[in-house]
Nanobody
Framework: QVQLVESGGGLVQPGGSLRLSCGAS????????LRWYRQAPGKEREWVAL???????NYADSVKGRATISRDNAENTVYLQMNSLEPEDTAVYYC?????????WGQGTQVTVSS
């Protein structure tokens, strides 16, 4: 059974940094594209970043230059390093896997950027 478990969220001041983690189980993630999304209160879920099997990355314009997605295939984990955080980054962050015709999501981790 596929499970994705996010962690690393919290309360951070504007300009601060966080590293989010998503641990995967039930499959070997090295052969899959992994994505981060986020959902702010009252807004639709939006895509943030992705990393391919060969380590290529892509980012939403809203986080480009401030976010870095990476993966550790040995640990079956994907990370999202967020720097220069802004109040607009406040959201629940989710990792996502599309596999076997299904879309899998974790429970999310809350990131709150506030002074």
């Amino acid at each position: 059974q596929v499970q994705l478990v996010e962690s690393g969220g919290g309360l951070v001041q504007p300009g601060g940094s966080l590293r989010l983690s998503c641990g995967a189980s039930g499959f070997t993630s090295s052969g899959d594209v992994l994505r981060w999304y986020r959902q702010a209160p009252g807004k639709e879920r939006e895509w943030v970043a992705l990393i391919t099997t060969d380590g290529s990355t892509n980012y939403a314009d809203s986080v480009k230059g401030r976010a870095t997605i990476s993966r550790d295939n040995a640990e079956n984990t994907v990370y999202l390093q967020m720097n220069s955080l802004e109040p607009e980054d406040t959201a629940v962050y989710y990792c996502n896997l599309n596999k076997w015709g299904n879309s899998y999501w974790g429970q999310g981790t809350q990131v709150t950027v506030s002074s």
